[in-house]
């Protein structure tokens, strides 16, 4: 089976990538990072026998869900496995936020990934086989200022993965939505030091882990995965947090002091 990762180039992408590959799948790897992600296709065709092909692309635009299916289409490509990991992240107040930005996420987040969907899974439902895996967030059920716009952008994944799933059950076609909580990737901007020890205390998740987990859920056509216990325990607790606290912790914080 062929399968397409976006955001391939680095962190979960890269590991979801390697993990197909050490499954036997060839592979099409989307990025707008170039050079990292032709190093991640030699890596990977230097340790398995897999064809990966790397794709630069820049998918927070408009066009780009079109683009993607229709290279796919013309080089006569059949995509099994949909992977959607592609992500941006920043946390700063709205008002602080340039309209770029905003527009960038909500593009890539959910525009694109829902086109992708709908172009890919079309083919799967008429061929009644095929795995979707779209990466969302336990921000999903979060309410917290500076993160407006990618907890609601990850909320809608969520639940449209999840109603997704239902429709394309009865075509034997697997969507499966992931939803961690911190991982260890340099997405976040933290030091090494900060993101070790995030590591050791269970806190945080290393990428390649995920991965596999992920994917083993996604090949059983899981329709939600939580990984990490703490996440799954401290899930209640983001729906309980009170109105003053959070005004408490946003009074300490720089962006919304300015």
Known sequence: ML????????????QYAIELA??????ILVSNQ???LDEVVRRIMAQYPVQAEALCMDLARGEAADELYEHCREAGKQVDILVNDAGIFFFDSLMHTEMGRIEAMIQLHVVTLCKLCRLF???MKRRKSGYI???SSISAWMTFPGFS?????KAMIRTFSVSLSYEL??????VTVVCPGAVDTALYNLDEKTRRLLVALGISIPPEKLAKKAIAK???KRRQYIPGLLNRLFLPLCRLLPDFLILLIMKKIDCFKK
Do not use: C, P, Q, W
């Open 3 to 14: 399968a397409l990762v976006t955001g391939a180039s680095s962190g979960i992408g890269a």
């Open 22 to 27: 050490r499954r036997g799948h060839d592979l």
């Open 34 to 36: 170039g050079k990292e």
């Open 121 to 123: 899974g079309e083919g």
């Open 133 to 135: 895996l779209n990466m």
């Open 149 to 153: 716009v990618y907890e609601s952008s």
């Open 169 to 174: 059950e009865l075509f034997n076609v697997g």
């Open 218 to 220: 996604m090949f059983k």
